[in-house]
Each structure stands twice: as C-alpha cells, then as structure tokens.
T-cell receptor, first 113, second 114 residues
Framework: QKEVEQNSGPLSVPEGAIASLNCTYS??????FFWYRQYSGKSPELIMS??SNGDKEDGRFTAQLNKASQYVSLLIRDSQPSDSATYLC?????????????WGAGTKLIIKP | DAEITQSPRHKITETGRQVTLACHQT?????MFWYRQDLGHGLRLIHY???????NKGEVSDGYSVSRSNTEDLPLTLESAASSQTSVYFC?????????????FGPGTRLTVL
C-alpha cells in the first residue's frame, strides 16, 4: 500500500528559528510533491509544490526533495507565530492517472513567541 | 475570482436522516473530490469525480453517495446519517489538463450527527 508518513508532532520552535518538517513516501516513482498548510478550523491551503530533486525556495519557505531517499522536507526560515498550523504532505501515486493524492496525517507546528 | 464554496458550513442532524452537503466550484475543473477529516485519521477520500456523469468510490464510501450532473457541482449525500459520520467534510477540485494534481479546497462543512 502506498503511504506518506509524517511525524505528527507537535513540533515546537522558537520564533525566529528555522522549522524543519519532514515527509517520507513509499512510491518510488512519484514525480510531484505538495505541502499544504492547515490552520485550526480551516481548510488545507497549498503552499509549496516541488517536482525535481533539490531545493525550491519561495519567500521564507524552502522545499527539499530527495527522490533517492524518498523524502521531502519543508523548511520555514524566521518562523513567525502565524506559521503555527498543521502541515500536510501530499504525493500523487506514480502510474496512477486518476489524479488522486496520498496524504500524510500532518505535522502540527507550534511557534513559540 | 475562481473559488470553491461549500454549504452549509455547519450542520446538526439526527441519526437516520438524509443529509446533502453542497460543493460548487467556479474553477471549471474536471476533477472533484470529497474528503472527511477526523482527529487521528487525516484526510480520507470518500468519493471523487473526473467529469460529468462520472463518480467513483474512495476508501471510506460506505453510507455516502455523489452525483455529477454538471462541471461545477458535486453534492455529497449521507443516505441515513450515523453518529460515526460526525466529521468535517472538505470538497476539493483539480484541473485535469495539468499533470501535477494540485488540489484546491473549499472551506469545509462541520457535520454533527446526534
């Protein structure tokens, strides 16, 4: 069974520090990877997509992909209290043309002022 | 601006009643999905559709049904509500023309079955 694994947390990080969130996936052929942020009581919001090995930076967010090791990470620099949320990792299965996503259970991030 | 709306946002119903949750998107996306989210389970796929008249069962489809009569709407029906169906329900959509599968979510419906 194809799986996406995340540490459920909570991960507590001081304000201004770097928050590092990790996600591992089982389908070696997966080609694209997504990070969603979900505030308490709200819906998931796409914040980062990454499709090739290496790093992708968007403002304070950096997604890192290592296909050989089958993990994708999200770094949040200069963490702010507004970054406190649950972060969901999502991966579409390879050779599956049905447009579904396999979801991790999410990591709860708490930024301490 | 394109968006996905869900209604109602909150619903309280009784066991055994039929309930329909609405999802409407103006993205003109072909793909639409219904998820439920419960503590400890993350997002679980209930039903999905890849176009008009197309519907498919997800991993937790028992007790639920959907129909797709147009591109914009995918209503979710609980045929006979059970307390185990108390949850938060999210509708999402994605564009079939791309190959990257990004899904965009509606605001959710919180359903309580008493």
């Amino acid at each position: 069974q194809k799986e996406v694994e995340q540490n459920s947390g909570p991960l507590s990080v001081p304000e201004g520090a770097i928050a590092s969130l990790n996600c591992t996936y089982s389908d070696r052929g997966s080609q694209s990877f997504f990070w969603y942020r979900q505030y308490s009581g709200k819906s998931p919001e796409l914040i980062m997509s990454i499709y090739s090995n290496g790093d992708k930076e968007d403002g304070r967010f950096t997604a890192q992909l290592n296909k050989a090791s089958q993990y994708v990470s999200l770094l949040i620099r200069d963490s702010q209290p507004s970054d406190s949320a649950t972060y969901l990792c999502a991966v579409p299965p390879w050779r599956d043309s049905n447009y579904q996503l396999i979801w991790g259970a999410g990591t709860k991030l708490i930024i301490k002022p | 601006d394109a968006e996905i709306t869900q209604s109602p946002r909150h619903k309280i119903t009784e066991t055994g009643r039929q309930v329909t949750l609405a999802c409407h998107q103006t993205w003109n996306h072909n793909n639409m999905f219904w998820y439920r989210q419960d503590l400890g389970h993350g997002l679980r796929l209930i039903h999905y559709s890849y176009g008009v008249q197309d519907t498919n069962k997800g991993e937790v489809s028992d007790g639920y049904s959907v129909s797709r009569s147009n591109t914009e709407d995918l209503p979710l029906t609980l045929e006979s509500a059970a307390s185990s169906q108390t949850s938060v329900y999210f509708c999402a959509s994605s564009d079939r023309t791309g190959s990257y599968n990004e899904q965009f979510f509606g605001p959710g419906t919180r359903l309580t079955v008493l």
